[in-house]
């Protein structure tokens, strides 16, 4: 030991010396977004494969950093995760996003349902309490919110976690689990959960029409959907093969750049108002 590990310490002491100082920076900043008005919203639709149509929405995290220009929610949200900031920036999430429908409701547009993004540590006893409190002070009905969840809140304490999902499906909110495939949910142990919507990872939409293993998943995912009469969303779809493919399969929505990409507000209301997307 000693001498010899030396070199090899102090490299990777630096390199991480900078990758804590970044942390920390994106950390403190962070902290103020919110209040700076540096946050916003991109609305990406879900089409429906049997009518072409908008039936959904998800808004996603966009973060206007006055140098850094449009950050990513793959910089920062694992970041807010960690630090505890995640509750601050998830309630702005469900705040801008009932303020934003109840402004379009105001303006006479139809709107779909809007999903937000929900990390496991938002998802605590209070939520119901804290979504209630939004609805009313927006007025928005709770069947105009659906919340998007991961796998890893599923396998955290499942009575506790069941009991809130039930309250928040009792008050009329629906539940889609996010990124499905990537975690270790079965078929046996997700019947437990009063989720209405099941969305297939990109990962596996990727390889979609060619790499036999994904399509296997795919298929596989579908069916066991089917049997929990669940929703299915193909998240990721790129290409007219992919869309193809996945309307054989039985897939009911569809969200991917061939679509749309993720777009301000304003421009979704514009896709709204047009009509057809598919
Ligand atoms: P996600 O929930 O799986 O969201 C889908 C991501 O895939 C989005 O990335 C979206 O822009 C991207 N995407 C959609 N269609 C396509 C496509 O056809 N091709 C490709 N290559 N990508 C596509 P985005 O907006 O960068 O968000 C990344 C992740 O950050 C989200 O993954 C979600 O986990 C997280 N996130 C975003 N907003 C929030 C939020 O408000 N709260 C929380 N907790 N997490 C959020
Ligand atoms: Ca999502
Ligand atoms: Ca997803
Ligand atoms: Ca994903």
Request: proline share 5%.
């Amino acid at each position: 030991a000693g001498t010899s590990t030396e070199p090899a310490l102090l490299f990777f002491s630096e390199e991480m010396n900078q990758r804590v100082r970044e942390h920390l920076r994106i950390e403190s900043e962070l902290r103020d977004a919110p209040g700076n008005g540096e946050l916003l919203l991109y609305y990406q639709p879900k089409v429906s494969l049997r009518s072409g149509r908008i039936v959904g929405a998800e808004a996603l995290l966009r973060w206007r950093h006055p140098v850094r220009g449009l950050v990513s929610p793959g910089v920062f949200i694992p970041v807010a995760e960690e630090t505890g900031s995640i509750m601050a920036l998830g309630n702005w999430v469900i705040e801008e996003a009932c303020r934003q429908i109840a402004r379009w409701r105001d303006a006479g547009v139809a709107m779909p349902p809007v999903a937000v993004n929900l990390s496991a540590r938002q998802f605590d006893r209070g939520l119901p309490q804290r979504m209630a409190a939004v609805l009313e002070r927006h007025q928005v009905h709770p069947g105009q919110i659906m919340l998007e969840i991961t796998e890893s809140l599923l396998v955290r304490g499942a009575d506790t976690v069941i009991a809130i999902m039930n309250e928040l499906v009792a008050m009329g909110l629906a539940l889609a689990l996010d990124d499905f495939g990537t975690g270790y949910s079965s078929l046996a142990y997700l019947k437990k959960f009063p989720i209405s919507t099941l969305k297939i990872d990109r990962a596996f939409v990727v390889g979609l029409p060619h790499e036999e293993n994904d399509c296997a998943i795919a298929r596989a995912i579908v069916t066991m959907a089917q049997q929990l009469r669940q929703e299915i969303v193909a998240e990721g779809v790129e290409t007219m093969e992919q869309m193809t493919f996945l309307r054989e399969l039985g897939c009911d929505q569809l969200q991917g750049y061939l679509f749309s990409q993720p777009v301000p507000a304003a421009d979704f209301e514009r896709m709204l108002r047009g009509g057809q997307c598919l």
